[in-house]
């Protein structure tokens, strides 16, 4: 006994090695991978090598986040990412899982991720003989008259076993009796029924029971089996069993019909008469408690009725057996098949299911690139389960049908740009092709993350910025501001100033920025005399990886302030002092130029016109001094009472707010005609080597401011070109002929001409109301020559 069960054993190996080496050269070729595995193996049994079959390196396993995808229910698999074996997670019952299916597959879908990839592993569950058959009852009554003659059949009660194919029930056995015979009739579906066939007549005054042992026997090796005991009592004189009208039943229902409505009516008839003709209707003995469930059969009428839900989608037809009997002592039965198919409606909605998301995407994702898979499932069947996918308009995200039916990625169709819109939300439609169509919808949002694709913007470009001259270093002068249109790191900006050695940021050595806000230091102060304006780069710089950058010009005009006190040029002594000595004659007339004091300031403007004074005057009526030119000339010829040496304290001030001056002194001696003529020719050496090195001086001072202004104006001409207003501004300057500099600045606002002017004011201009008080308006007409304004 053990040997032959050890050779049972080991052909069944060979026969499961056999079927293993068959699926997966099925699995190869049709590029799907199929394991075989027998039922009610213990947890941890080693399935297959799943990553070297798919051929997946074992040391991406855990990065790629390598799963099986399961439902909320524990999964029957699990694959170790160490070795990539794919294990039985738990105690597996063929007969729970595919019930009596006969061939039981489990579908497994697996997910790598980074790139996305998703496999398909089959695996096959083969039963074992581990139930045996079993009857409903221990003991069965049957009740056969005595008229009965030899032939008839009567069918049994079938054994159930849970195990299929040849595992399931295979043969009956039947206890030794001389008046029945054993036979089996096959329904299909692993389904054998016993059916007793009489041999010889019954005898109840011989024999008014028999007792048989039925025994159904499964194709296990070794087989198990399970027994019941059939009595069988003799009735007496009934000997007419009921005869169905059609030789078979065929019904269609709809599904989800109502309770109570009719599905087909048997009829009978039985030619006994009384309570033997009479028949009524129940289920067979073959019925099971679902089916008793579902439906219900009239026992006088043998219609037959809805009792519970029908679903086509758990089951599309039954097989009914009705029995009809009649009321006789010993009453007959028959047993007719009702086959009720059933009509599949449209009753199931599509379910979507989101198999592996992706819920931040970079925004310079190129178009194709996948950010969730979508699954769809229709529990009905035909044009009903149809399903068609969409997702909403107005979003740059379409769906792509996969290989796998029913499955499709959601995927980019175009650029995405976070700074326009930085989230999504996407809905999906899935709808069937029935009548009424049925639709399921589910949304998901799909974040788009910042890279760092925007460079900082600065507020202006370029900047323009007047600072006055003899600021304070150290201090804040200015400051610029950028602004970037990413977010977090990428829009953290930071400021600097190039330092290299070209032109344009030779001043860039005495300016310091704060990287953080953009205010922007001087660490020296500023002369406008020396520096009237100048640009430098400022650098803004954003944190991203890689970072971006913008820079732009920052122009600084220096503003003048009153800080320079007027120069006395002529009068000049030896020693330097301002001093000097005039001779005229005596006989002089009135209005005699006696001498000019000759001055100069470094400020413009206001701040640069200069006013003469007689500050100290030994006598008022002999002497004049004209205010803006300097020269002293006199007021009346000289008597023989006048005295003969005069002393003139001139004050030359400038016209700033807090206004700065100079004085000069000047001895005027009034001599006769002759002793004036041999003076003359003495001091005329002198005189004019005074005068060349005062016209020296003048000449340098004159060629340097010159070459200063020349430079400004060269400067504010590109400037002004770059800019597109309608304004220009010029700095003009000019020597007068007596001697005195005169500065002015023209330019224009709107239709207005405005001049900001020295010492001499043109013959009908005006004086602008909230000026500083320099500013002139010019007139548009032409203008007439102007002359000079005299106090």
């Known amino acids: 006994m053990e040997q032959r069960g050890c050779g049972a054993w080991r052909e069944r190996r060979q026969w499961v ?113 581990d139930h045996s058959p079993s009857f409903p009852e221990t003991e069965k009554r049957l009740e056969i008259s005595e008229s009965v003659l030899p032939g008839v059949r009567f069918q049994l009660q079938a054994a159930l076993d849970p195990d299929s194919g040849q595992y399931s029930v295979q043969q009956y056995k039947l206890s030794h009796n001389e008046h029945f015979r054993l036979e089996m009739k096959d329904r299909g579906k692993d389904a054998k029924t016993p059916v007793l066939n009489l041999l010889k007549p019954l005898d109840r005054e011989n024999t008014g029971s028999h007792r048989l042992l039925l025994t159904a026997i499964d194709g296990g090796k070794p087989p198990r089996s399970g027994t019941i005991e059939i009595i069988v009592d003799v009735l007496d004189v009934n000997d007419n069993m009921p005869v169905f009208a059609k030789e078979s039943y065929t019904a269609k229902l709809n599904e ?67 029995q009809a009997s009649d009321k006789g002592s010993a009453p007959f039965k028959t047993d007719k098949s009702v086959i009720v198919n059933i009509v599949d409606l449209n009753d199931n909605a599509p379910e979507i299911e989101v198999t592996s998301f992706s819920n931040a995407i970079p925004e310079d994702s190129r178009p194709g690139t996948t950010v969730a898979l979508i699954s769809v499932n229709d529990l009905d069947s035909g044009l009903n389960g149809k399903v068609m996918c969409s997702i909403s308009e107005g979003v740059p995200f379409t769906l792509t049908p996969s290989l796998q039916d029913n499955m499709y990625s959601v995927v980019t169709k175009s650029p995405l740009d976070r700074e326009k819109q930085s989230e999504y939300d996407l809905t999906i439609v899935a709808k069937d092709a029935g009548e009424p169509s049925l639709s399921s919808v589910k949304t998901i949002s799909v974040v788009v993350s910042d890279v760092n694709d925007n460079s900082p913007e600065f507020s202006l470009s370029p900047y323009a910025f007047y600072v006055t001259e003899n600021n304070h270093p150290g201090t804040s002068i200015f400051s610029v501001s950028a602004s970037d249109r990413d977010i977090n790191e990428n829009a953290l900006i930071s400021y600097h100033i190039p330092r290299d050695s070209g032109d344009e940021n030779k ?10 806000n953009g205010n922007i230091l001087a660490l020296k102060s500023f002369d406008f005399e020396t520096l009237k304006t100048f640009k430098f780069q400022v650098v803004a710089t954003d944190s991203g990886t890689p970072s971006q950058r913008t820079n732009v010009t920052v122009n600084v005009y220096i503003l003048d302030q009153n800080d320079n006190a007027p120069v006395i040029l002529y009068p000049v002594s ?9 001779e005229i004659p005596r006989n002089v007339n009135a209005g005699h130029l006696v001498t000019k004091v000759r001055a100069y300031d470094a400020d413009i403007g206001y701040n640069g016109w200069l006013l003469f004074s007689l500050q100290e005057v030994t006598d008022h009526s002999l002497f004049a001094l004209d205010r803006y030119t300097g020269q002293i000339r006199t007021l009346r010829s000289f008597t023989e ?41 003495v001091k005329s050496s002198v005189k004019d080597e005074e005068e060349n090195s005062v016209t020296f001086y003048l000449i340098l001072t004159l060629g340097s401011v010159s070459t200063l202004f020349l430079i400004s104006i060269v400067v ?34 709107g239709d207005k001409r405005y001049m900001l002017v020295g010492p001499r004011m043109s013959i009908g201009s005006t004086i602008v109301p909230g000026s500083n008080g320099n500013t002139l308006v010019l007139p548009d007409h032409r203008r007439r020559a102007s002359g000079e304004v005299r106090s």
């Not at 790598?112 to 096959?124: C, D, F, G, M």
């Not at 001043?507 to 953080?516: M, R, T």
């Not at 770059?722 to 500099?741: C, F, H, M, V």
């Open 17 to 129: 090695v056999f079927m293993v080496a068959l699926v997966l050269f099925w699995s190869g070729t049709s590029a799907q991978i199929r394991y075989s595995i027998s039922e009610e193996l213990r947890e941890g049994t080693v399935v297959g090598n799943i990553a070297k079959d798919l051929g997946i390196e074992l040391s991406t396993l855990k990065d790629r986040r390598f799963r099986i995808v399961s439902g909320s229910t524990e999964p029957l698999f699990q694959v170790n990412l160490n070795n990539g074996i794919l294990y039985v997670n738990r105690k597996i019952d063929r007969e729970e899982v595919c019930e009596r299916s006969s061939v039981c597959l489990i579908n497994l879908k697996t997910v790598l991720e980074n790139p996305l990839e998703i496999h398909y592993v089959a695996v096959e569950v083969l039963d074992v003989n």
């Open 256 to 322: 989800n019909s109502p309770i109570g409505s009719k599905v087909v009516q048997v009829n009978a008839t039985d030619l006994d008469e009384g309570s033997n003709g009479e028949v009524v209707y129940s289920f067979g003995n073959n019925v099971n408690r679902k089916l008793r469930e579902l439906f219900d059969v009239d026992i006088n009428t043998g219609e037959i009725t809805v009792k519970g839900r029908i679903d086509f989608e758990i089951e599309d037809s039954y097989d009914i057996d009705i």
């Open 507 to 516: 001043w860039a050595s005495f300016l310091n920025i704060n990287p953080e």
């Open 574 to 582: 030896a020693n330097g002092s301002a001093e000097g000595v005039e």
């Open 641 to 681: 009472t006048d005295e003969a040496e005069h002393k003139l304290v001139i004050l030359v001030k400038d016209n700033g707010n807090v206004s700065l001056s100079a004085t000069a002194s000047v001895i005027i001696k009034v001599v006769e005609p002759k002793e004036a003529f041999a003076a003359s020719d």
């Open 716 to 749: 504010l001409i590109v400037m002004q070109c770059s800019k597109p207003t309608d304004y220009s501004s010029k700095y003009l300057q000019d020597a007068n002929n007596d001697g005195t500099l005169c500065h002015s600045i023209q330019y224009r606002s």
